[in-house]
């Protein structure tokens, strides 16, 4: 048997499946509960609306479709297609039940040029322990804070004389 904890005063241990004295079953563990015990707050509704389940297709609806049917598809998806080489005809499920999130294709653009603090103007807004991305060509070195980098994702500069691409 597994160690248990009883409240003070408690003679042995307590068998938590069956109860202090084995014949009733046990309701908790430490006081029992009082008339003037504090009732548990009622979570709100909507942490328990149900989720709709997801629909089933017939397997002869879902997969390979025409070109027709495709166009249909996205227009009802709001997606395009263009750009992509993927064979989007083949698939299996329905492109409405997808949700975007996020910029769509190519819509980051890159930092171009980007202007740089020195290490005292930096110490404004940066820690010491701030994580950046590093980059050093031939003596010449820059520091990439990631901060940045997460919502500019792409910097194209110059690091020692030598054109580079930053990406995060």
Not at 60 to 86: D, H, Y
Not at 159 to 166: D, F, L
């Amino acid at each position: 048997m597994a160690a248990s904890f009883a409240p003070a005063g408690t003679p042995g241990p307590v068998d938590h499946q069956r109860g202090p004295d084995a014949e009733t079953p046990a309701t908790t563990v430490g006081e029992a509960p009082t008339e003037e015990s504090t009732p548990i707050p009622t979570p709100p509704d909507f942490l328990f609306t149900p989720i709709p389940a997801t629909p089933k297709f017939p397997q002869r609806k879902v997969g390979p479709i025409n070109e027709e049917q495709l166009q249909r598809e996205m227009l009802a998806a709001a997606f395009s297609i263009f750009g992509w080489s993927t064979n989007f005809r083949l698939r299996s499920a329905y492109y409405s039940e997808i949700m975007g999130a996020g910029p769509g294709k190519d819509d980051i653009l890159p930092t171009d040029r980007p202007v740089f603090e020195t290490a005292g103007e930096a110490e404004k807004c940066l820690t010491d322990r701030e994580p950046v991305q590093v980059v050093n060509v031939t003596g010449d070195s820059r520091a990439y804070p990631l901060q940045i980098m997460i919502w500019h994702e792409v910097v194209n500069d110059t690091v020692g004389g030598e054109p580079v691409v930053v990406t995060y």
